[in-house]
Structures are given as structure tokens and as C-alpha cells.
């Protein structure tokens, strides 16, 4: 699942990916992370390479929904 609003943090603005049970309706934010657009200066420089990159970020949260890291 993905939330419906976009959170800033020190790393850029995303949004948070989770893992919901739809039969039963409940939230797992183990494992949640945020998706962040890179910088547009390190995008258009992806545009020119040969590597599959998609020109984002993902910080990986704690419990708390804090970031604890990028990758």
C-alpha cells in the first residue's frame, strides 16, 4: 500500500510504502519504507546512463516511521 499523503524528512519529500492485510483490514509497518524522488540534478544525469534506474530513493523506517537510512 502506499499512503495517500507526502511526508518530508531530511533526505527529500516521498511517500510511505506498507504492507496491508486485506482480508482482515490491518496495517503492517514492518518493513515500511519511504519512496523519494531524487535530487533533479542527479536525475537528469541517470536519463544518460546505461544503468535501469528509475531516479529514486528509498529510506528505510523504524517502528516509529523514522528514517533510519538510504538507499
Known sequence: M?????????????????YMNVRAGKISYYDAKMKISAPKSIRDRLKYTKTDKDGFWIADLDENLIPIGVR
Open 2 to 18: 502506499e499512503s495517500n499523503y507526502s511526508y518530508t524528512n531530511e533526505y527529500g519529500t516521498g511517500k510511505i510504502h506498507y
